[in-house]
């Protein structure tokens, strides 16, 4: 019987859940919040719909942290969101903090569990939740890349006028300003999209990519993307618990591959029961391999700020 539990009731942890009841991914979903009753009114909002998507689970909420007891899959949003004007960079001290505090917590309750961290900045607070925790590097990954990489998609299949269905790319890197959406690898069933797209567009795309998630803070004000955050993280949960082996691009720690070396970053990896399953090396070209590199040393200089 598998037990979801996730950190922080704001958007994207509530985004989760709904997915994680929609998908049918475990009969029990726990939410957590400081904020006293949040979590509580959040699920019971959510668990109200189990007959209209058929779902049999639980679903609750409490600021009880010893509730994630036995949980196969822990997702930590908890977390100030960006706002206009804020980057990812500038949540370090603030997040830092709180994400510590919830990782302390999962290795006390729940010390076989899976992590998963959503919250911002993303490359740096996954390091938090690894150093806090313990736990071997296979079961503690950041969420990034499947987000990333399926903007990216759609920004593709938008300019080329087609199901975004029949899109594959990847996008590796920090899940930032820097990130490296691959141009050679993104294709539309088969056919790479150099040869459906003039230059100029491919390089608008792969710059809208890049600060995706800054156009929606910007329209939103006050908060976040959050819809298909929520989804990108249970796409992940659900490969892991039902031993699915898919490939994602996952934010996990590097330990020589890819020449790079104590920094989570954004690299194609398989996950299945036992989270990350192998770490996927592909060739790169100089140029992507140098924009890795400098990826890799964009992390070391957070890591070096959060003092743990």
Same mark, same amino acid.
């Given at each position: 019987?598998?037990?979801?539990?996730?950190?922080?009731?704001?958007?994207?942890?509530?985004?989760?859940?709904?997915?994680?009841?929609?998908?049918?991914?475990?009969?029990?979903?726990?939410?957590?919040?400081?904020?006293?009753?949040?979590?509580?009114?959040?699920?019971?909002?959510?668990?109200?719909?189990? $007959?209209?998507?058929?779902?049999?689970?639980?679903?609750?909420?409490?600021?009880?942290?010893?509730? @994630?007891?036995?949980? *196969?899959? @822990? @997702?930590?949003?908890?977390?100030?969101?960006?706002?206009?004007?804020?980057?990812?960079?500038?949540?370090? *001290?603030?997040?830092?903090?709180?994400?510590?505090?919830?990782?302390?917590?999962?290795?006390?309750?729940?010390? *076989?569990?899976?992590?998963?961290?959503?919250?911002? $900045?993303?490359?740096?607070?996954?390091?938090?939740?690894?150093?806090?925790?313990?736990? $071997?590097? *296979?079961?503690?990954?950041?969420?990034?890349?499947?987000?990333?990489?399926?903007?990216?998609?759609?920004?593709?299949?938008?300019?080329?006028?087609?199901?975004?269905?029949?899109?594959?790319?990847?996008?590796?890197?920090?899940?930032?300003?820097?990130?490296?959406?691959?141009?050679?690898?993104?294709?539309?069933?088969?056919?790479?999209?150099?040869?459906?797209?003039?230059?100029?567009?491919?390089?608008?795309?792969?710059?809208?990519?890049?600060?995706?998630?800054?156009?929606?803070?910007?329209?939103?004000?006050?908060?976040?993307?959050?819809?298909?955050?929520?989804?990108?993280?249970?796409?992940?949960?659900?490969?892991?618990?039902?031993?699915?082996?898919?490939?994602?691009?996952?934010?996990?720690?590097?330990?020589?591959?890819?020449?790079?070396?104590?920094?989570?970053?954004?690299?194609?990896? @398989?996950?299945?029961?036992?989270?990350?399953?192998?770490?996927?090396?592909?060739?790169?070209? $100089?140029?992507?391999?140098?924009?890795?590199?400098?990826?890799?040393?964009?992390?070391?200089?957070?890591?070096?700020?959060?003092?743990?």
């Amino acid at each position: 019987m598998s037990k979801i539990s996730i950190l922080g009731a704001g958007a994207v942890g509530t985004s989760c859940a709904q997915w994680a009841l929609i998908k049918n991914l475990a009969k029990e979903i726990v939410l957590i919040d400081i904020i006293p009753d949040l979590a509580k009114g959040k699920a019971l909002d959510l668990v109200q719909s189990a $007959p209209l998507f058929g779902y049999s689970g639980k679903i609750w909420g409490t600021e009880d942290f010893s509730a @994630i007891k036995d949980s *196969n899959v @822990i @997702i930590i949003t908890a977390g100030k969101p960006r706002q206009p004007g804020i980057s990812r960079e500038e949540l370090l *001290n603030i997040n830092k903090e709180i994400v510590k505090s919830c990782s302390e917590k999962i290795k006390n309750f729940a010390p *076989n569990s899976i992590v998963i961290v959503v919250s911002n $900045p993303l490359d740096a607070m996954v390091y938090v939740a690894y150093k806090i925790t313990e736990f $071997p590097k *296979n079961r503690v990954i950041g969420m990034a890349g499947v987000l990333d990489s399926t903007r990216y998609r759609y920004f593709i299949a938008e300019a080329v006028g087609i199901s975004p269905k029949d899109i594959q790319a990847l996008v590796i890197g920090t899940h930032g300003d820097h990130m490296i959406p691959l141009v050679r690898f993104a294709n539309a069933a088969g056919i790479p999209i150099s040869e459906l797209l003039p230059q100029e567009k491919i390089e608008e795309i792969v710059k809208r990519t890049k600060f995706a998630g800054g156009e929606i803070v910007s329209y939103l004000k006050t908060g976040s993307a959050f819809i298909t955050p929520g989804l990108s993280v249970m796409e992940m949960v659900e490969s892991i618990i039902n031993d699915e082996k898919r490939l994602f691009t996952c934010s996990v720690y590097l330990e020589g591959e890819y020449g790079i070396r104590g920094v989570f970053l954004g690299v194609p990896v @398989i996950l299945g029961k036992n989270g990350v399953e192998k770490i996927i090396e592909i060739k790169l070209l $100089p140029e992507e391999e140098a924009s890795l590199k400098r990826c890799a040393e964009f992390c070391k200089n957070l890591i070096s700020l959060l003092n743990l």
